[in-house]
């Protein structure tokens, strides 16, 4: 699988809740927890949300995760990522046109 594709296909979103370890405490967080939301590599969905979580976890140095959830997105939300990917991608080729064009 090429990145496009897997970048193209549903992607698994995870989100769990971690203890707050910053220094100071973060006021915001309630009952000094905060929150996570982000992608999974491609197959960590197969390992089941636990095992996902905490693979997850590891990368991030979360602690004491828990209200494990995984989800694949729906086709509305991977539009809006590609959306957004493909309008980052072309903001940074005119940005780069941009520079050359100075330079002439
Ligand atoms: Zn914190």
New binding site residues.
Partial sequence: MSRDQILESRRWKISYSYD???DP??YW?KGGR?SQTTFLNKGEQELGAEAAAEITARAFKHANVADVEIWQESDEERATRLKWMRKTEADERRGIHWNMGGAN
């Fill in positions: 707050c370890v910053c405490r973060c967080a905060h």
